[in-house]
């Protein structure tokens, strides 16, 4: 029969899995033709909201309706990658270029994207994924997420063996 106690302790053990494979997780790199990132506006919502992971591959071409990231040319190596869905392509001295518009914007952009200038298309997402990250980073989140339920484990793993060695003993003083 699980006893509140056992409930407990299986739910605490999944929230250290999970919290420890999305901090891991984070700090990897994406599978090979992969990329992930986060989407720091609102220009997507409700498709993506902010704060959201997003997966994303490079394909040769992209059709309207796909949600692709990418980044200006005449942007800053640093400059964050913009996700933004195709409304439509044109063709601009000989290239393909594509209309992107968010689906929160009522325009869209108004500049078009060359292919060369995509990262790729949104394949999956993870809604919220970065607040959660960011509570894990900073010192309160990571003793809320990591820190005290490993301490949990540690103290009761320590508590059963001390019930266990106790045990043994009491066997032996017996005698």
Known sequence: ??????IVKIF?????????????????PAPVGYDILLVRAKSMEPAISYGSLVVVKSFGSY??????????????????????????????????AYVTKGDGNEFPDSTTVFEDEILG??????????????????PA??????IAPLVWIVTDYARKMYKRHKGQNKGQNDV
């Not at 029969?1 to 056992?6: A, F």
């Not at 298309?121 to 900073?138: M, Q």
């Not at 989140?141 to 990591?146: D, H, Q, S, Y």
Request: charge should be positive; hydrophobic fraction near 50%; avoid cysteine.
């Open 1 to 6: 029969m699980l006893t509140i106690k056992k």
């Open 12 to 28: 605490g053990a999944i929230i250290i899995l999970l919290s420890a494979l999305f901090v891991v997780g984070s700090f990897l």
């Open 63 to 96: 059709n309207r309706g796909d949600i692709i990231s990418f980044k200006k040319n005449n942007l800053s190596p640093e400059a964050p990658y913009t996700t933004h869905r195709v409304y439509g392509s044109l063709i601009d001295n000989g290239r393909i």
């Open 121 to 138: 298309k949104v394949v999956a997402k993870v809604p919220y994924a970065a607040k959660v990250l960011d509570f894990v980073k900073n």
């Open 141 to 146: 989140g990571f003793a809320v997420v990591i």
